[in-house]
């Protein structure tokens, strides 16, 4: 049983530092190598944000192209969150943003979201002025 919930969205102002959040909640069976944000804005198609993975019990970090530079993401280990730093939030950035996981290693390409087990309800990001 795997359950992610997002949190920290919400209405910001352009140059705004928002933290989303995601909660992960597992059993004792399942183990979580891959951990990923996605953002969704209507009309368009799931955007891979970042994500990171685990080998040798080190993090691994990727971002997506037009993110890298404008969010950090990070894994707290203590709480088991999954954070999302926003450095800049622009009004493209208006989205709504998912947390994702799978079992398994991170071999497949950020963008590939079907390849994920495990999605949370999303938390709405608004950016404008």
């Known amino acids: 049983q795997v359950n992610l919930e997002e949190s920290g969205g919400g209405s910001v102002q352009p140059e705004a530092r928002p933290r989303l959040t995601c909660s992960i909640s597992?059993?004792?069976?399942?183990?979580?190598?891959?951990l990923a944000w996605f953002r969704q804005a209507p009309g368009q198609e799931r955007e891979g944000v970042a994500r990171?993975?685990?080998?040798?019990?080190?993090?691994?970090?990727e971002y997506g192209s037009s993110m890298k530079g404008r969010v950090t993401i990070s894994h707290d280990k203590v709480n088991n969150l999954l954070n999302l730093q926003m450095l800049r939030a622009l009004p493209d950035d208006t989205a709504t943003y998912y947390c994702?996981?799978?079992?398994?290693?991170?071999?497949?390409?950020?963008?590939?979201?079907?390849?994920?087990?495990?999605w949370g309800q999303g938390t709405q990001v608004t950016v404008s002025s």
């Open positions: 994702a996981a799978s079992k398994y290693d991170c071999n497949w390409s950020l963008f590939e979201a079907e390849r994920y087990d495990y």
């Open positions: 990171i993975y685990f080998g040798g019990g080190r993090g691994r970090l």
């Open positions: 597992s059993d004792s069976t399942t183990t979580l190598k891959c």
